[in-house]
């Protein structure tokens, strides 16, 4: 809904909610594609407490599918919440993207309509 001072309340254009969606997106710069994952691990001194079940960690990769299949990427624990934000701009993308097709589906029907 769009509101201006002193007019009725105005229910938003397709046209206008296009725009307003890719407003939004442009305003997603952190974005990361993929999801977050906690991984344990052991290393490689033989007499370490991880290779009798107690492995390190967890640390945190983001998992990214890419051209050569899924990669995992460390992301240290200082930029844990700042990657979290990113994954979670990530699936706003994918939901405005969406949005975006249904929109624009719309507005291709209409003007199939009246030509």
Same mark, same amino acid.
């Given at each position: 809904?769009?509101?201006?001072?002193?007019?009725?309340?105005?229910?938003?254009t397709p046209t206008e909610k296009?725009?307003?969606?890719?407003?939004?997106?442009?305003?997603?710069?952190?974005?990361?594609?993929?999801?977050?994952?906690?991984?344990?691990?052991?290393?490689?001194?033989?007499?370490?407490?991880?290779?009798?079940?107690? &492995?390190?960690?967890?640390? +945190?990769? /983001? $998992?990214?599918?890419? *051209?050569?299949?899924? #990669?995992?990427?460390?992301?240290?624990?200082?930029?844990?919440?700042?990657?979290?934000?990113?994954?979670?701009?990530?699936?706003?993308?994918?939901?405005?993207? &969406?949005?975006?097709?249904? +929109?624009? /589906? $719309?507005?291709?029907? *209409?003007?199939?309509? #009246?030509?």
């Amino acid at each position: 809904m769009l509101y201006t001072m002193g007019m009725k309340r105005k229910k938003a254009t397709p046209t206008e909610k296009r725009d307003a969606l890719l407003a939004e997106m442009a305003s997603l710069r952190g974005l990361l594609n993929g999801s977050l994952v906690q991984r344990y691990s052991t290393c490689a001194r033989k007499n370490c407490a991880c290779h009798t079940g107690r &492995r390190h960690g967890p640390r +945190l990769y /983001l $998992a990214a599918t890419g *051209e050569g299949g899924q #990669r995992q990427t460390y992301i240290p624990a200082a930029l844990a919440e700042r990657a979290a934000e990113g994954v979670a701009q990530g699936r706003r993308l994918r939901a405005i993207v &969406r949005e975006l097709t249904a +929109l624009n /589906l $719309a507005l291709m029907r *209409e003007e199939a309509g #009246r030509g």
